[in-house]
């Protein structure tokens, strides 16, 4: 198993542009989530989602989208980057609730100038 | 008050110490994660509690419910035990994780 995959590693944006941060998981995993870690903080929860089709807001949404068409893809949307999304995100997987662990993918660094 | 709560922030030991890193929470919670995340970034799961006591190799994690604290230990520390181990609790009132700020530990030879 590759476990869960995220592309690309890096990434450099300008200011007003957009991208999609790709996520896979192929331990048919129901519940992924996305996370931005900034320097010194905890991770921070964007979105996440407890099956295909169905996805909610978690802590720090605005600024991105979700879609979660397939159990295996979770891709993250940035419209109109911001310096104030200059962050580390992770994706992460998990079987069920409760007492079930987060696999996490490698991250993407994004800086927005 | 953030929630999750670690301490130390940072941490250096010299190899073959015993280390604790501690976890304070504020709310009621189902479960605890340790987590370690090594100097490239990846984030590797290291237990899951909920009650009690689990040992994996050299590392150990208790958790006392009542008190709202948990603490991860490593026994006989290598520089390979070099990362940042950061603690997450799953809140009652919530089904997503809350996330500690991470507990930076260096091992020297």
């Known amino acids: 198993n590759a476990g869960v995959t995220q592309t690309p590693k890096f990434r450099i944006l300008k200011i007003g542009q957009s991208m999609t941060l790709q996520c896979a998981q192929d331990?048919?995993?129901?519940?992924m989530y996305w996370y931005r870690q900034d320097p010194g903080m905890g991770l921070k929860l964007i979105y996440y989602s407890v099956g295909a089709g169905i996805t909610d807001k978690g802590e720090v949404p605005n600024g991105y989208n979700v879609s979660r068409s397939t159990t295996e893809d979770f891709p993250l949307r940035l419209e109109l980057a911001a310096p104030s999304q200059t962050s580390v995100y992770f994706c992460?997987?998990?079987?069920?609730?409760?007492?079930?662990?987060?696999?996490f993918g490698p991250g993407t660094r994004l800086t927005v100038t | 008050k953030n929630e999750v709560e670690q301490s130390p922030q940072n941490l250096t030991a010299q190899e073959g110490e015993f280390i604790t890193i501690n976890c304070s929470y504020s709310v009621g919670i189902s479960a605890l994660h340790w987590l370690q995340q090594h100097p490239g970034g990846g984030i590797v799961s290291l237990f899951m509690?909920?009650?009690g006591k689990k040992k994996h190799g050299r590392l150990i994690a208790t958790i006392n419910i009542q008190e709202k604290h948990s603490s991860l230990h490593i026994t006989a520390s290598h520089p390979r035990d070099s990362a940042v181990y950061i603690c997450a609790v799953r809140p009652d009132y919530g089904q997503n994780f809350v996330f500690g700020p991470g507990t930076r530990l260096s091992v020297l030879p």
């Open positions: 992460a997987s998990s079987y069920g609730l409760k007492a079930y662990e987060q696999y």
């Open positions: 509690l909920s009650s």
């Open positions: 331990m048919n995993h129901n519940y």
